[in-house]
């Protein structure tokens, strides 16, 4: 079973950043971040291919997130720039042996960590 510990998240104002971190005990074809609001559905946000490190982003995100990987370290960073209060979610790390982001998340998640952007 792969363990995904996060880091990171927090409360910022709206314009400012902040990163994210995943770690994760075993190799998995990708990793990324799904988010979930209060009342609203879980949506897909970005994920990174750990073969070859392709990147993918929900529309929502994309020139605002980054995601890198340190393939020693089995780690996974989303650095969010330009946060809006529309952010504001809990973020889950997910993995999987799949293409997470189609919207079908893989079979392993982090604990989740809050993200609030303040207006």
């Known amino acids: 079973q792969v363990q995904l510990v996060e880091s990171g998240g927090g409360l910022v104002q709206a314009g400012g950043s902040l990163r994210l971190s995943c770690a994760s005990s075993?190799?998995?074809?990708?990793m990324g971040w799904f988010r979930q609001a209060p009342g609203k559905e879980r949506e897909f946000v970005a994920a990174?291919?750990?073969?070859?490190?392709?990147?993918y982003f929900a529309d929502s995100v994309k020139g605002r997130f980054a995601i890198s990987r340190d393939y020693a370290k089995r780690t996974v960073y989303l650095q969010m720039n330009s946060l809006r209060p529309e952010d504001t979610a809990v973020y889950y790390c997910?993995?999987?042996?799949?293409?997470?982001?189609?919207?079908?998340?893989?079979?392993?998640w982090g604990q989740g960590t809050q993200v609030t952007v303040s207006s």
């Open positions: 997910n993995a999987g042996v799949g293409p997470i982001w189609v919207g079908v998340p893989g079979e392993h």
């Open positions: 075993g190799r998995t074809y990708a």
């Open positions: 990174i291919r750990w073969s070859g490190g392709s990147t």
